[in-house]
């Protein structure tokens, strides 16, 4: 499954709880539906297989404990870092999205371990029906003469058109979108004068064309935003 990364999440803190041990925290504040992986990751200065791990996942509020595990980071010898996946674990929460993550790792110093979140979503083929629902740039392999413009349009004869599609339901907060954006996403469900987004094109290019005039003659414009390359929730 190829996956793509959405955020990163650093640890808001590091403590040493006895010689052998320390403590990271990580805020945890995002919806699991749209997710396919929760990668937690440490890099470590060492190189055995394995470093066992205690995960405690809070209440954010209340920090009450809802569960605790104890398993194993396990290392990746071609990205050398070790890793271990969360979301099955946050997915027993029910969508929780106001936690905290504590993990506790031995034999370690806070000099000798950085720890973050990778947050993923799957990378849907272009088959996958569910792809239609999400705002982005499509293309269209298209001709001038079936078109009925081949005697306008002389270069090229065929082109790819390039348009945005989707909807913009759900938008998961991440860089490319601001937070005004996420708000009125979740907002224009729930309030009907609170205007819906639309997935309208977000940046353009010129492209050139060589166009017959009225009077026949042949020439070649430059044609102001004619390629569509990134799509927005607007």
Not at 5 to 27: A, E, G, K, R, V
Not at 50 to 68: A, C, D, G, M
Not at 111 to 136: A, E, F, P
Not at 169 to 192: A, C, E, G, V, Y
């Amino acid at each position: 499954m190829s996956l793509i990364p959405i955020s990163t999440i650093h640890s808001t803190n590091c403590l040493q709880i006895n010689i052998q041990q320390i403590q990271t925290t990580f805020q945890w504040s995002y919806s699991i539906e749209s997710l396919s992986s929760i990668e937690l990751i440490y890099h470590i200065n060492s190189k055995i297989s394995f470093i066992p791990i205690e995960i405690s996942i809070k209440h954010s509020q209340t920090l009450n404990e809802l569960f605790s595990i104890k398993t194993n980071l396990q290392y990746d010898s071609n990205r050398d870092f070790y890793s271990i996946d969360l979301y099955n674990y946050l997915l027993r929460l029910n969508n929780r999205n106001n936690l905290i993550l504590q993990i506790i790792l031995s034999n370690q110093t806070c000099q000798t371990s950085h720890g973050y979140v990778i947050i993923s979503s799957k990378r849907l083929s272009s088959n996958d029906s569910q792809l239609i629902t999400k705002c982005r740039l499509k293309t269209m392999e298209i001709n001038f003469e079936e078109l009925g413009l081949a005697d306008l349009i002389i270069r090229p004869k065929e082109y790819t058109f390039t348009y945005c599609d989707g909807s913009c339901l759900n938008i998961i907060p991440q860089q490319q979108s601001s937070f005004r954006t996420f708000l009125q996403s979740i907002l224009s469900q729930k309030h009907s004068n609170i205007p819906q987004l639309n997935c309208h094109p977000s940046e353009y290019s010129d492209d050139n064309f060589l166009l017959r005039q009225t009077d026949g003659n042949m020439e070649i414009y430059p044609i102001k935003n004619a390629i569509v390359k990134q799509c927005a929730c607007l």
